[in-house]
Structures are given as structure tokens and as C-alpha cells.
């Protein structure tokens, strides 16, 4: 099928406007789908013609990404987060309601073409949910007569940007700040400390403040930047061009875990001081480019952010001969996602950022080495780069002073579920959970999950455990669960999520997250037995200890804490034969009888355990 004129006009332009760059094929890929609704078939040849890369690549990345389609959504495209926050909050009620209102079904386009409905794992806004997104701006504090509105909105063709301004707005809702969150600094504070320190005195005072990184994981800063500085070592098996200068600093903005929204915050108020950071960060390893990788779902903090990259600029913060420094060169670019929970993870971003499938890497050889475009590069999280641009002001010693032995400094958090006051609140490491639980007035807790689905569930008597990373690390999320809620319930979403989000790399995570789900499915459905609670922990052990990346690692972490905590409330989902198989085998034969017209004791098999 060939391509009208005009629409080839459109996806030529869109080409050349990324320099025909096959690294920037997913931007493309965005900017297709906004334009047609969908990425067809002969619109990818043309982008693989263009960027001489093999269609197949094309067709790959297309995919991949849950917010690019073969087929055309809606002129309305609108997604509901499926998080448990949402769920909480009746997001699941409120689906339904829209959808009848707009005559459609879940996961589909209407037939006239107007409007799409699909779920999506998280959009980011778990303090003021239920939340979604239509044609990627965000949706918050959604409720019955703002799904009234948007269904007389959607059903009178009224354009997205005619509709009532409070229907997108976000809050940052900030209830507690300490080192981080409190003041600000001049733009420009940060560089002109740390090049009148030098190299070797800014290593030395990141080194003294103790900073780890911030998404969970924790490197040491001063180590991994030092490493990037140094460069790769000889290594037969890992070729690369030691003389060359070139290094990237990379900000990690893609913050999918549900629960956490800290990065949209910052973001939205202190981006800035995070730009800052990031600019320290290439005086000190000599890049020349940077890159903020922005999750799909920040669409509404894209053009806000590229106006306050203009603003660097003008005010020679960014671009040559920064601030006067002659040879002091450095840029940065931002890079929108499309839906990819595994693009979180470091590796997998990287590809992203080179035009490819979000697909973790092998390591060693890790990205401070052999990173974006194999060359030395820094990935650090949002929070990790304003906090280094605090301590270039402040000093390390400053940040030191809070926290404890082994986690300095402190921890924002975002704050959701069954409390009052969610939002984001910053702690000195070595603050119990207790203490953040009143704070946010919990209601009647149960239980907190701490650091997302593939962080920790705690439950009462653990109350009295700290936020550090010798005790309870996290990248930020904090949801909060009273004694009304199902933990198995919970549990099960976050299956789901795991299961929907594998990146399908490794067999461990792509068929043992869905074996994982469906075991858990048939437990809280009342139909499990002893047996199918033996192999679910051993198949929950299985995919963690084989899985090749973090996501699957992580992805048995709630089943295994909440069968560890709360066994009793497994125990009381199981039935008490010893086994029921999970398919209907005699069932499945029901057609086959039919069409035969037997129902005979001879046409029926059974099952026995």
C-alpha cells in the first residue's frame, strides 16, 4: 500500500527534523503516532528507508512501547491507571462508568474512530488519583462528574486543548522537605563552585557527603563518576577507542514503579537545580552532551522543560564555553519514553536512547565504561543529580551531617494510599516507618510496601524498621495499606503489572511472570490447594534467582514477602482438597460433544488429582 502524498510530506518532515538519526528513532516513532493515530506499515518503511536501519528494527520498537499502535486509537485517546493506588480510590468503578458513557469497550476503539479506552500500568499521580491520561496529558483527581464531562467533551468533537484547565492540573503536594526541598539556589551557584574547586576537590567532597544513588540501588556517586572520568580499561573482549574524550551524562527520569511520583515533582519545581547537577556532573567526567530521559507519561513537563533548557542557555548555563570557561561545552537533550517499565532500569534505557527495544544489557561491562553509543556514560536518577548540585553549593560535609553510618543525607518519598495527607515528604536516613506514617496520618495501617512492587511489604510489628539502605532502601515509592484492604488483592495487581511489563528477554521473566500471575489468579479465586502454594514459592524463588535483569529479580518480591508476613491469609484462600487442575479439561471438550451430539458418559472425561 502506498502513501498519499501529503501524508509522506508529514513523515519526511518529521525524519528530517531528527537529522534522519537512527538514535532517534523512537521520537519519531512518537511524533508518527500523534500525527496518524498509528504507526502503519508503509509509514515504517519509509522511516527505514530513511535512517537505513532494517524494517524489522522498526517494526520491533513500534511493539514494544505501549503507547505506539499498528492499528489507530481514537482521535480521544484515554488511558486509566491500573496502579493499586488508583484501584483504592475506585478508578476500576469509575473505567466502567466512562466507558458506558462512551459506548466502548475496554481496550478498544470505537467504531467511528473518535475514542480509544485502555488501562495503563501507572501514569504517575497516585496522590491524586484516580488519574489517567488522554492523548498523553495527564488526568487527575478523576471522579464521576469529571467522567460526565469528558464523555459531553469527547461526544461534541471538543478539541483537548478547549477543555476546563483543572481537569489537567497537577499539585505537587509537597508536605515535608528538609536538605533538598528547602530553598533554592542562584542558577549557575552549583557550576561556578565546582569549577572553582577543581576536579579533584568536587570528587573529594561528593566522596565525603556519602551520596548513593537515589533510585534504589545505591552506588556510591563520587565512585561511578570517577569511574566514567577514568574511562574502560584495556580489554581484549570489550574493544573500544581509549583515546577518544567522549562521555554522556544521562538523567533517569523514567520513574515507572507504581507508587512513585517524586521525579515528576522535582521536575515540575526544582528543574533547575536538577539541570545544574547534571552540567557539575559533566565538568567533572568532561561530557559534552546530556540527556534527560523522560517518562511517556510527563508529556504535560515536556514543553515546560525545553523552555528552562532555552533559559540555561540564554543565561550561558548551558551550550559553549559555559558560564566563560573556555572548552567548558555541554548540552542537553530530552528524550520521551512511550510506556516502557524496563526502561527504568539503566541498561535497557540506553537503548532506548539509541533507537532500539528497551532491553537490559549484559553486564559487565557496565554502562560508566561502555554506555550510550558504547562510550563512557553516567546514568543517575533525578534526585540523585539535584542532590549533587545541593552539595557542590553546600559542600559535602553539609549533607553528612544528616542520616546515618551508611545512608548520608536523606530520602524523598512519595506518599500514597490509605492516609490523609499523601504526597511527597523528604527524611533523614534512620527515620522509622512509624514516624512517616503519622506524619502522612495514616488511617488504621496494616501494612506499607515499601520501594514499589519489587520492593518490600512490611506489616504492624515492623513499624519500627528505618528508611536506610542497610534497612529498608528504596527508590521513593511508599504505599500505605489499612486493615480493610485485601493484601492478596494487592499481591495480584502487581503480578499483573509484572507480568505486563516483562520485556520478554529471558524465559525466566517472560513465561514465569505469567505462571506466576496465573497461580496467583487461581488462589484468590478461590480454587487453589496446598500443592499450589508449594509451587508457587518455588516457582516465585525460581524466576528471582534466574531472571536476567532487575525487573525480574524483583517481580516475585510480593509474593514472596507477603506469603513470609501474612501466610495465614493464603492459607485461608485454599481449598481443602489436595489438588484442582487449572484447566477444564472436560470443559474444553464441550464444543467437540456438541457438534458430534454426544453426551455420553463415553464423551466426558475426568480429571482426578
Same mark, same amino acid.
Given at each position: 500500500?502506498?502513501?498519499?502524498?501529503?501524508?509522506?510530506?508529514?513523515?519526511? %518532515?518529521?525524519?528530517? !527534523?531528527?537529522?534522519?538519526?537512527?538514535? *532517534?528513532?523512537?521520537?519519531?516513532?512518537?511524533?508518527?503516532?500523534?500525527?496518524?493515530? /498509528?504507526?502503519?506499515?508503509?509509514?515504517? !518503511?519509509?522511516?527505514?528507508?530513511?535512517?537505513?536501519?532494517?524494517?524489522?528494527?522498526?517494526?520491533?520498537?513500534?511493539?514494544? +512501547?505501549?503507547?505506539?499502535?499498528?492499528?489507530?486509537?481514537?482521535? +480521544? %485517546?484515554?488511558?486509566?491507571? %491500573?496502579?493499586?493506588?488508583?484501584?483504592m480510590l475506585g478508578s476500576r468503578e469509575l473505567a466502567e462508568y466512562l466507558c458506558q458513557r462512551l459506548g466502548i469497550k475496554a481496550g478498544h476503539t470505537r467504531e467511528d474512530g473518535v475514542v480509544s479506552f485502555h488501562f495503563t500500568s501507572c501514569t504517575g499521580l497516585c496522590d491524586q488519583g484516580p488519574a489517567g491520561m488522554v492523548n498523553g496529558l495527564a488526568l487527575s483527581c478523576l471522579d464521576h462528574a469529571r467522567i460526565d464531562r469528558i464523555a459531553e467533551l469527547v461526544n461534541a468533537g471538543t478539541p483537548v486543548s478547549e477543555w476546563p484547565p483543572e481537569f489537567f492540573q497537577v499539585e505537587d503536594n509537597i508536605r515535608r522537605a528538609s536538605l533538598l526541598l528547602e530553598g533554592a539556589f542562584e542558577p549557575g551557584a552549583a557550576i561556578r563552585k565546582a569549577l572553582m574547586n577543581g576536579r579533584d576537590a568536587m570528587f573529594n567532597e561528593l566522596d565525603q557527603s556519602g551520596l548513593r544513588g537515589r533510585g534504589g540501588a545505591g552506588f556510591n556517586t563520587a565512585w561511578k563518576w570517577h569511574f566514567c572520568y577514568e574511562g574502560p580499561e584495556e580489554d581484549p573482549f570489550c574493544p573500544v577507542d581509549n583515546t577518544s574524550s567522549e562521555r554522556f551524562v544521562v538523567c533517569n527520569a523514567d520513574e515507572?514503579?507504581?507508587?512513585?511520583?517524586?521525579? =515528576?515533582? &522535582?521536575?515540575?519545581? +526544582?528543574?533547575?537545580?536538577?539541570?545544574?547537577?547534571?552540567?557539575?556532573?559533566?565538568?567533572?567526567?568532561?561530557? =559534552?552532551?546530556?540527556?534527560?530521559?523522560? !517518562? #511517556?507519561? +510527563?508529556?504535560?513537563?515536556?514543553?515546560? &522543560?525545553?523552555?528552562?533548557?532555552?533559559?540555561?542557555? !540564554?543565561?550561558?548555563?548551558?551550550?559553549?564555553?559555559?558560564?566563560?570557561?573556555?572548552?567548558?561545552?555541554?548540552?542537553?537533550?530530552?528524550?520521551?519514553?512511550?510506556?516502557?517499565?524496563?526502561?527504568?532500569?539503566?541498561?535497557?534505557?540506553?537503548? $532506548?536512547?539509541?533507537?532500539?527495544?528497551?532491553?537490559?544489557?549484559?553486564?559487565?561491562?557496565?554502562?560508566?565504561?561502555?554506555?550510550?553509543?558504547?562510550?563512557?556514560?553516567?546514568?543517575?536518577?533525578?534526585?540523585?543529580?539535584?542532590?549533587?548540585?545541593?552539595?557542590?553549593?553546600?559542600?559535602?560535609?553539609?549533607?553528612?551531617?544528616?542520616?546515618?553510618?551508611?545512608?548520608?543525607?536523606?530520602?524523598?518519598?512519595?506518599?500514597?494510599?490509605?492516609?490523609?495527607?499523601?504526597?511527597?515528604?523528604?527524611?533523614?536516613?534512620?527515620?522509622?516507618?512509624?514516624?512517616?506514617?503519622?506524619? /502522612?496520618?495514616?488511617?488504621?495501617?496494616? #501494612?506499607?510496601?515499601?520501594?514499589?512492587?519489587?520492593?518490600?511489604?512490611?506489616?504492624?510489628? *515492623?513499624?519500627?524498621?528505618?528508611?536506610?539502605?542497610?534497612?529498608?532502601?528504596? #527508590?521513593?515509592?511508599?504505599?500505605?495499606?489499612?486493615?480493610?484492604?485485601?493484601?492478596?488483592?494487592?499481591?495480584?495487581?502487581?503480578?499483573?503489572?509484572?507480568?505486563?511489563?516483562?520485556?520478554?528477554?529471558?524465559?525466566? /521473566?517472560?513465561?514465569?511472570?505469567?505462571?506466576?500471575?496465573?497461580? &496467583?489468579?487461581?488462589?484468590?479465586?478461590?480454587?487453589?490447594?496446598?500443592?499450589?502454594?508449594?509451587?508457587?514459592?518455588?516457582?516465585?524463588?525460581?524466576?528471582?534467582?534466574?531472571?536476567? /535483569?532487575?525487573?525480574?529479580?524483583?517481580?516475585?518480591?510480593?509474593?514472596?514477602?507477603?506469603? *513470609?508476613?501474612?501466610?495465614?491469609?493464603?492459607?485461608?484462600?485454599?481449598?481443602?482438597? $489436595?489438588? *484442582?487442575?487449572?484447566?477444564?479439561?472436560?470443559?474444553?471438550?464441550?464444543?467437540?460433544?456438541?457438534?458430534?451430539?454426544?453426551?455420553?458418559?463415553?464423551?466426558? &472425561?475426568?480429571?482426578?488429582?
Open positions: 500500500m502506498s502513501m498519499q502524498p501529503t501524508d509522506l510530506a508529514v513523515v519526511n %518532515d518529521i525524519i528530517q !527534523r531528527h537529522a534522519a538519526n537512527p538514535t *532517534e528513532l523512537l521520537q519519531i516513532l512518537r511524533e508518527v503516532q500523534a500525527s496518524f493515530r /498509528c504507526v502503519s506499515a508503509p509509514v515504517m !518503511r519509509v522511516i527505514a528507508d530513511a535512517l537505513s536501519v532494517p524494517l524489522t528494527q522498526v517494526q520491533a520498537v513500534t511493539e514494544f +512501547y505501549n503507547f505506539l499502535s499498528n492499528d489507530p486509537v481514537g482521535r +480521544y %485517546d484515554i488511558r486509566m491507571s %491500573d496502579s493499586i493506588t488508583d484501584h515507572g514503579e507504581p507508587g512513585t511520583f517524586k521525579d =515528576r515533582v &522535582l521536575l515540575n519545581s +526544582y528543574a533547575h537545580e536538577v539541570f545544574e547537577g547534571m552540567t557539575v556532573c559533566a565538568a567533572l567526567v568532561g561530557a =559534552r552532551h546530556g540527556y534527560l530521559y523522560l !517518562r #511517556g507519561e +510527563y508529556l504535560h513537563l515536556h514543553e515546560p &522543560l525545553l523552555r528552562m533548557l532555552e533559559e540555561r542557555r !540564554r543565561l550561558n548555563l548551558l551550550g559553549a564555553n559555559i558560564i566563560g570557561q573556555d572548552g567548558f561545552d555541554f548540552d542537553i537533550n530530552i528524550h520521551l519514553g512511550a510506556g516502557a517499565y524496563i526502561c527504568g532500569e539503566e541498561s535497557a534505557l540506553i537503548e $532506548s536512547l539509541e533507537g532500539k527495544r528497551g532491553t537490559p544489557r549484559n553486564r559487565p561491562p557496565y554502562p560508566v565504561t561502555h554506555g550510550y553509543l558504547g562510550k563512557p556514560t553516567v546514568v543517575n536518577n533525578v534526585e540523585t543529580f539535584m542532590a549533587a548540585a545541593r552539595i557542590a553549593v553546600n559542600g559535602g560535609a553539609w549533607f553528612a551531617a544528616q542520616g546515618t553510618d551508611k545512608s548520608k543525607g536523606t530520602k524523598i518519598l512519595s506518599v500514597s494510599g490509605d492516609c490523609e495527607r499523601p504526597g511527597i515528604y523528604e527524611y533523614p536516613f534512620g527515620t522509622t516507618i512509624a514516624q512517616i506514617l503519622a506524619d /502522612c496520618r495514616a488511617t488504621d495501617p496494616f #501494612g506499607v510496601q515499601i520501594g514499589g512492587p519489587s520492593g518490600t511489604f512490611i506489616s504492624t510489628h *515492623e513499624f519500627d524498621r528505618k528508611l536506610a539502605f542497610e534497612d529498608l532502601a528504596t #527508590g521513593g515509592s511508599f504505599m500505605v495499606f489499612n486493615q480493610t484492604r485485601d493484601v492478596l488483592e494487592i499481591t495480584r495487581n502487581f503480578m499483573h503489572f509484572f507480568a505486563h511489563e516483562s520485556c520478554g528477554f529471558c524465559t525466566p /521473566c517472560r513465561v514465569g511472570t505469567s505462571l506466576l500471575r496465573n497461580m &496467583l489468579d487461581k488462589i484468590c479465586e478461590g480454587h487453589g490447594t496446598p500443592y499450589d502454594l508449594v509451587e508457587l514459592t518455588h516457582m516465585a524463588k525460581l524466576v528471582r534467582a534466574t531472571s536476567h /535483569c532487575g525487573l525480574g529479580q524483583t517481580a516475585a518480591n510480593p509474593i514472596l514477602s507477603t506469603l *513470609e508476613r501474612c501466610p495465614d491469609l493464603y492459607e485461608k484462600r485454599l481449598k481443602a482438597i $489436595s489438588f *484442582e487442575p487449572g484447566f477444564d479439561l472436560d470443559g474444553a471438550l464441550a464444543v467437540s460433544r456438541q457438534l458430534t451430539g454426544r453426551n455420553d458418559a463415553h464423551a466426558h &472425561l475426568e480429571q482426578v488429582g
